[in-house]
């Protein structure tokens, strides 16, 4: 007897949970989801907008009051996660021991090239998925009508025929649904590698009396509750602690 060669085709759906991060003095509706640092050297905004490719997104802005340009680089920027609440630290100068001897702890954000190259890596594979996913829909079609066509020469017409086609139809519905999607999640990556240079914290000077905003990125394929990134800037570091909402 021939066996129906879709007769085991999976169609799998991958769903990645997104944890929201707001800062510790966020207690719900009426609070700000946007942490701030006023400073003599700057006032810096931080504040988690996405989650991407296995990648925690913030928005960052930082208006430099400093008499002179300022140099930062996305790569510089590290954070790390916490089961507990961290300990209590505000905004101070740099100690070098202490920043030392928690390398061992600390990530880093993604630098600019970094990330474009991450993009662009999820649009390519994207489109070939939607292409993929594409032709196998369309081989499920031409098979169906196959079928159909050698069930239309039969002269007896069983319910286990009538069983069969109800199954192929069905097998052709969500061949067109995966394609639908990959195609979409396809179009979304492009998408995404299109506005990226425009929305991508950029690395570089950030001039006296000048504002720089943009998005960072933070590799993040495991979360913990708490979360605190560090942002140097003119010899003293910006200390954030995040939350995740809820908590």
Known sequence: MRQNPFK???IGVLVTGCTS???LSY???GSSATAKIAANEATMHLQHVDHQYQHLVFDLEIANHSAYAVPLLPEQISY???ATRFPLR???AVDSTTSVIRLRRKRF??????VHDLFQRKERSRATVGAIFSLVSVGLVLYDAAQDRADSQKRHYTEKDVRHAATREAIVQAGFIAADIANQSAQQAQTNSYYLPFEIFTEGNIDSSASK???IFLPAQEVLTYLRVIVPFDHKEFVFDFKQKGF
Do not use: I, M, T, W
């Open 21 to 23: 991060f707001v800062p």
């Open 90 to 92: 505000q905004f101070n």
């Open 8 to 10: 085991f085709l999976v």
């Open 109 to 114: 954000a993604k630098s600019n090239a970094e």
């Open 213 to 215: 905003r943009g998005k």
């Open 80 to 82: 790390y996660f916490s």
């Open 27 to 29: 207690h719900g509706a």
